[in-house]
T-cell receptor, first 116, second 108 residues
Framework: DGGITQSPKYLFRKEGQNVTLSCEQN?????MYWYRQDPGQGLRLIYY???????QKGDIAEGYSVSREKKESFPLTVTSAQKNPTAFYLC???????????????FGDGTRLSIL | KNEVEQSPQNLTAQEGEFITINCSYS?????LHWLQQHPGGGIVSLFM???GKKKHGRLIATINIQEKHSSLHITASHPRDSAVYIC??????????FGTGTRLQVFP
């Protein structure tokens, strides 16, 4: 079955350490997204990529970085510059040919990041 | 004030009850999504609608563009419906704006 795989499910980070969250999709979707979810808040867009080797900042990109070297992979790095990284991170993908605009259709199961 | 407001924030029900979750928004939109987030965190898209009403099994979603309001109804609720239900609107520029979610618990 096609879908989005995020790993790991739980991740712990020491202060000052960079960590990378994995997101892989086998849906052949061109567009991929990273969202952050905090208690009591709606999902907020961190970065998105509409095509390989291209990505754009979302609403809260500071302290994060991404790469899109392959269509199926969109890893997110949480850098030490992100002062409040504890959150739930969701990856999503969409096929712009099927949706009006680049909007997420499929979501991963998320990665919960915590600071030690 | 959030651009997308959901009510109630929390909802408990007995199995079999009819459930309504509301979503109001203050921006111009081209579409509205209802999403279901399972206790483990994964999200499933339930509906995308831009007018009228859609039905899938026991779930019904309606939208009133003039009133900027949408409702998600669950008929004959079941404990497996327990989840967080999220409303998201596609605003001008195709940006998705998410509500904070409604946590539903259905007890047997």
């Amino acid at each position: 079955d096609g879908g989005i795989t995020q790993s790991p499910k739980y991740l712990f980070r020491k202060e000052g350490q960079n960590v990378t969250l994995s997101c892989e999709q086998n849906l052949n979707h061109d567009a991929m997204y990273w969202y952050r979810q905090d208690p009591g808040q709606g999902l907020r867009l961190i970065y998105y990529s509409q095509i390989v080797n291209d990505f754009q900042k979302g609403d809260i990109a500071e302290g994060y970085s991404v790469s899109r070297e392959k269509k199926e992979s969109f890893p997110l790095t949480v850098t030490s510059a992100q002062k409040n990284p504890t959150a739930f991170y969701l990856c999503a993908s969409s096929n712009p040919l099927l949706t009006a605009g680049h909007q997420p259709q499929h979501f991963g199961d998320g990665t919960r990041l915590s600071i030690l | 004030k959030n651009e997308v407001e959901q009510s109630p924030q929390n909802l408990t029900a007995q199995e079999g009850e009819f459930i309504t979750i509301n979503c109001s928004y203050s921006v111009g939109i081209s579409a509205l999504h209802w999403l279901q987030q399972h206790p483990g965190g994964g999200i499933v898209s339930l509906f995308m609608l831009s007018s009228g009403k859609k039905k899938h099994g026991r779930l019904i979603a309606t939208i009133n563009i003039q009133e900027k309001h949408s409702s998600l109804h669950i008929t004959a609720s079941h404990p497996r419906d327990s989840a967080v239900y999220i409303c998201a609107v596609r605003s001008v520029g195709d940006k998705l704006i998410f509500g904070t979610g409604t946590r539903l618990q259905v007890f047997p």
